[in-house]
Protein backbone atom coordinates (compact mmCIF):
# COMPACT_ATOMS: atom_id res chain seq x y z
CA UNK A 1 0.00 0.00 0.00
CA UNK A 2 1.65 2.97 -1.34
CA UNK A 3 1.81 5.92 1.04
CA UNK A 4 1.73 3.90 4.56
CA UNK A 5 4.31 3.48 7.12
CA UNK A 6 2.95 0.09 8.26
CA UNK A 7 0.11 -2.04 7.14
CA UNK A 8 -1.11 -5.49 7.72
CA UNK A 9 0.47 -7.27 5.62
CA UNK A 10 3.84 -6.47 6.80
CA UNK A 11 3.68 -6.60 10.48
CA UNK A 12 2.28 -9.13 13.13
CA UNK A 13 1.38 -7.27 15.78
CA UNK A 14 -2.11 -5.27 14.85
CA UNK A 15 -1.66 -1.56 14.62
CA UNK A 16 -4.40 -0.84 17.25
CA UNK A 17 -2.08 -2.65 19.75
CA UNK A 18 1.03 -1.07 18.80
CA UNK A 19 -0.85 2.46 18.96
CA UNK A 20 -1.89 1.83 22.72
CA UNK A 21 1.69 0.58 23.71
CA UNK A 22 2.93 3.57 21.72
CA UNK A 23 0.60 6.21 23.45
CA UNK A 24 1.18 4.02 27.15
CA UNK A 25 4.73 4.97 26.70
CA UNK A 26 3.84 8.65 25.48
CA UNK A 27 1.83 9.10 28.66
CA UNK A 28 4.05 7.65 31.58
CA UNK A 29 6.99 9.65 30.12
CA UNK A 30 4.53 12.40 30.14
CA UNK A 31 3.55 11.60 34.19
CA UNK A 32 6.84 10.74 34.92
CA UNK A 33 9.36 13.41 33.92
CA UNK A 34 7.84 16.41 34.90
CA UNK A 35 7.14 14.58 38.75
CA UNK A 36 11.38 13.54 38.06
CA UNK A 37 12.33 17.26 37.35
CA UNK A 38 10.20 18.39 40.66
CA UNK A 39 12.09 16.34 42.68
CA UNK A 40 15.33 17.33 41.46
CA UNK A 41 14.76 20.86 41.49
CA UNK A 42 13.80 20.70 45.46
CA UNK A 43 17.22 18.47 46.35
CA UNK A 44 19.35 21.09 43.93
CA UNK A 45 19.65 24.60 43.06
CA UNK A 46 17.62 25.25 40.07
CA UNK A 47 20.48 27.11 38.29
CA UNK A 48 21.88 23.09 37.78
CA UNK A 49 18.35 21.61 37.13
CA UNK A 50 18.39 24.22 34.10
CA UNK A 51 21.94 23.46 32.91
CA UNK A 52 21.12 19.80 33.15
CA UNK A 53 17.64 20.07 30.94
CA UNK A 54 19.31 22.34 28.40
CA UNK A 55 22.69 19.94 27.99
CA UNK A 56 19.98 16.98 28.01
CA UNK A 57 18.14 18.34 24.98
CA UNK A 58 21.26 19.07 23.43
CA UNK A 59 22.81 16.00 24.05
CA UNK A 60 20.06 13.90 22.81
CA UNK A 61 19.11 15.77 19.75
CA UNK A 62 21.69 14.16 17.49
CA UNK A 63 20.55 10.26 18.78
CA UNK A 64 17.03 11.76 18.12
CA UNK A 65 17.41 12.84 14.74
CA UNK A 66 19.74 9.97 13.47
CA UNK A 67 16.78 7.60 14.86
CA UNK A 68 13.67 9.63 13.41
CA UNK A 69 15.96 9.40 10.03
CA UNK A 70 16.32 5.77 10.22
CA UNK A 71 12.74 5.26 10.40
CA UNK A 72 11.94 8.15 7.88
CA UNK A 73 14.18 6.84 4.88
CA UNK A 74 12.42 3.42 3.93
CA UNK A 75 8.90 5.51 4.36
CA UNK A 76 10.32 7.72 1.58
CA UNK A 77 10.68 5.14 -0.88
CA UNK A 78 7.16 3.44 -0.83
Keep these: MEGTI ?5 IKTP ?3 LNASMKRID ?3 KLVAPIFISFA ?3 LNQTVIAFAV ?3 NLIL ?3 EWVCARYVWTPCTKL
Excluded at 6 to 10: N, Q
Design 15 to 17: LHV
Design 27 to 29: LIS
Design 54 to 56: GAM
Design 41 to 43: SMA
Design 6 to 10: ADDAH
Design 61 to 63: FLP
